[in-house]
């Protein structure tokens, strides 16, 4: 590769070449990945990475040389993944994370192409999750990376599409201090702001409707999904990373009144639960009626609370800027609490019949899933009951300015097949046991906030007193998650 760099600023044609061999290159690893040793893997990413710098420097206005990086890029990210799956205690994995301190540098050079944005991003993310540790690869990102570059690329409306791929990047980059204290200098809030602003797939906007009831094909613009989730979850790892101090009050005076005043909506979005049939004993009362999500709105749910018990850890400040918004806050967490302990309970009704809400699979990877066998084979709590949610897709309705990312109101749930837990269902009850465990986090802080506040002042306000569950609701939680915990037991102490 070195040795053509005196010909290629004259040569076309090497260029062309260069590109059909790193494609051929590709296609053979894909079809015989299976069957791929390290020392080959070591040798492609050694190869790659020379004709990336190569090509980096090169300042010929020839059309091949995009072309031939992109092609590089995406062998090498190709191979890094393969890699990834490799035994990490053998020599040749030590020398495949060696490679990558040298493969950095000439990475964060390929980010300031707009074309090749995207790929050195998610090279560089695979990178730093699975190859390296913060102290080695943290050095190296400092000196090299063009952060305000990247940042820009969160807002940039041309690129809407890479967007999460920039984010997820900045969260790796966050969970490291002295990464949070960039992202702090580079203005990152300024741009998740602009962000959310740009984007009409944040929340309620994608469910919005005119008076018809009806989207038309202007009121919906496509843009990826899961910006509000990601952007949240780099704010928790940067006040995670930066503790208390001056940093930390910056965030809690910066994201507080905008994510909990600015959009409350959205807030109130992802926290909202279903409204519970009356336990009336009339027979001609109308049956209960569906709910619908998804398992990407259930994680955006997730990110949510995770912001929400990031922040309050820190009670006094958290009080001092949440004023009286919290109130607001603990009675929604309550509500949703409610609905994930309650389930199907309802009177008169047979809980092996009636899915509580519908969570159907709408990603290429979740419909894989689907097909996988259960990895848990529990029959009990949310895991007997997501089979029911997850039986299959539900049929369009219209959306509601009213609805939540747990519900959307439609017809009936009842299901009169048995359903067989498949690995999906599995991951929609895990992630609804992990809002569970959120919101119980969450209610647990506000009330030791209130004892610590009452230690203070000597004397309890009842009138500061925050809401909290009822001992039926907690019980109720905690009986189902008693009986997923024994028949987990169970199941491990036979074998």
Not at 95 to 119: F, K, R
Not at 138 to 162: A, E, G
Not at 405 to 414: L, N
Request: hydrophobic share 40%; proline share 4%.
């Amino acid at each position: 590769m070195e040795s053509l760099a005196p010909v290629l600023d004259a040569s076309e044609e090497i260029l062309d070449f260069l590109a059909a061999l790193a494609e051929l290159i590709l296609h053979l690893m894909k079809s015989a990945q299976s069957n791929l040793s390290l020392s080959v893997c070591i040798l492609v990413l050694k190869t790659s990475g020379s004709g990336l710098k190569l090509l980096g420097d090169f300042r010929s206005s020839a059309t091949g040389v995009k072309k031939t990086m992109k092609l590089l890029l995406m062998l090498l990210l190709f191979t890094l993944e393969i890699s990834n799956t490799s035994d990490k205690e053998s020599e040749d994995f030590a020398e495949v994370s060696n490679g990558c301190l040298g493969l950095l540098p000439i990475l964060c050079n390929c980010i300031t192409a707009t074309e090749h944005c995207s790929l050195s991003l998610a090279t560089i993310d695979l990178v730093l999750t699975s190859f390296l540790t913060p102290n080695s690869w943290f050095p190296i990102i400092q000196k090299h990376l063009q952060l305000p570059h990247v940042i820009l690329k969160v807002h940039d409306k041309s690129s809407f599409s890479s967007v999460p791929i920039t984010l997820k990047f900045l969260l790796t980059l966050a969970r490291v201090r002295g990464g949070a204290e960039m992202l702090l200098s580079a203005g990152f809030f300024s741009s998740l702001r602009a962000l959310f602003a740009d984007s009409s797939d944040v929340g309620p906007s994608t469910v919005m409707t005119n008076d018809s009831g009806f989207l038309k094909s202007s009121d919906k613009i496509e843009k990826p999904q899961s910006i509000w989730g990601l952007g949240l979850a780099v704010i928790v790892a940067m006040v995670q990373s930066l503790g208390d101090g001056s940093s930390y009050t910056d965030i809690l005076d910066n994201v507080i009144p905008y994510v909990f005043s600015e959009k409350a909506d959205l807030i109130s979005y992802y926290l909202s639960a279903p409204d519970f049939p009356s336990d009336s004993h009339d027979k001609k009362r109308p049956r209960a009626k569906k709910t619908e999500t998804s398992l990407s709105a259930l994680k955006e749910t997730e990110h949510t609370l995770m912001l929400m018990c990031a922040l309050a850890r820190h009670w006094r400040s958290w009080v001092k800027v949440m004023k009286e918004m919290d109130s607001e806050l603990r009675e929604k967490s309550i509500h949703l609490l409610a609905f994930i302990s309650r389930g199907t309970h309802r009177f008169g009704e047979s809980s092996s019949r009636t899915a509580p809400l519908l969570c159907a699979p709408i990603l290429k990877e979740e419909l894989e899933c689907c097909r996988k066998p259960s990895f848990l084979n529990s029959r009990n709590g949310w895991f007997a009951l997501s089979p029911l949610c997850c039986v299959s897709k539900p049929k369009s309705s219209a959306f509601s300015a009213n609805s939540s990312a747990f519900v959307v109101k439609g017809q009936s749930t009842e299901i009169t097949n048995p359903v067989s837990p498949t690995y999906f269902s599995d991951l929609v009850a895990l992630e609804i046991y992990r809002i569970a465990f959120l919101l119980l986090k969450y209610l647990s802080m506000e009330a030791e906030g209130a004892a610590k506040r009452s230690e203070e002042m000597g004397f309890v306000d009842l009138a500061k007193i925050p809401e909290l569950p009822m001992p039926e609701l907690l019980h109720g939680l905690q009986v189902k998650l008693c009986s997923v915990l024994l028949y987990y037991l169970r199941v491990h102490s036979s074998h």
